[in-house]
């Protein structure tokens, strides 16, 4: 068993932090993930995939080996959040999910282990790639789950939840993702 977690969020990005991506400078990404340890002891992040609306970002993603994915997406933030997806090509997939954002910081164990890593893993030539990630910690909000539908986990191939889902809310952070090593 392992938490698998569909992360969504708008986001930048921009080669070593100061040149922007041809196409749109903010678009929406949603991550499907799961929590690992590497063979070192350290924790991170492994993604099964990451759907974005910029065609840069899923070139230059998929050249360090990151599972990047072309999508048609939607963020509507207005009381409730609202994320909305269809991916294209391979893999096909899509999403529509409302989550409505409670007052009350998350703060306990589970809330900080699912969103406190700070390294991401993928397969690069058949090696283990590590890539640092910096941010300062999430400002986490419960939230509530008031709609769910979803083909993201099954284009991974992976089983639908057993358990009733966990939402999170935050407004953003700066987050960088810094250059591979590659491990053994």
């Known amino acids: 068993m392992a938490w698998v977690s569909i992360v969504c969020f708008s986001t930048t990005c921009e080669l070593g932090g100061i040149v922007p991506l041809p196409g749109p400078r ?6 499907v993930r799961t929590y690992v340890r590497a063979p070192d002891g350290t924790t991170g992040l492994y993604f099964f995939s990451l759907d974005v609306t910029n ?23 207005d009381g409730v959040w609202r994320y909305r997806g269809v991916r294209r090509g391979d ?12 007052t009350d910081p998350a703060q306990e164990d589970l809330d900080i282990f699912l969103t406190a ?28 789950v008031t ?3 979803q083909t993201l986990l099954e284009a991974e191939g992976l089983p639908q939840p057993s358990a009733e889902a966990l939402a999170h ?3 953003g952070v700066d987050a960088n993702l810094g250059p591979r090593n590659l491990m053994f």
Do not use: C, K
């Open 169 to 171: 809310v935050a407004i």
């Open 91 to 102: 893999h096909a997939a899509s999403y529509d999910i409302t989550v409505e954002p409670h």
């Open 147 to 149: 709609s769910l539908e």
């Open 26 to 31: 903010r678009f929406p990404e949603t991550n």
């Open 117 to 144: 890593r700070w390294s991401a893993y993928a397969e690069f030539r058949g090696r283990l790639a590590r890539f640092d990630v910096q941010h300062q910690p999430w400002p986490l909000r419960h939230a509530e």
């Open 55 to 77: 065609r840069a970002n899923v070139t230059a993603g998929r050249a360090i080996a990151l599972r990047y994915r072309l999508a048609d997406m939607e963020v509507d933030i």
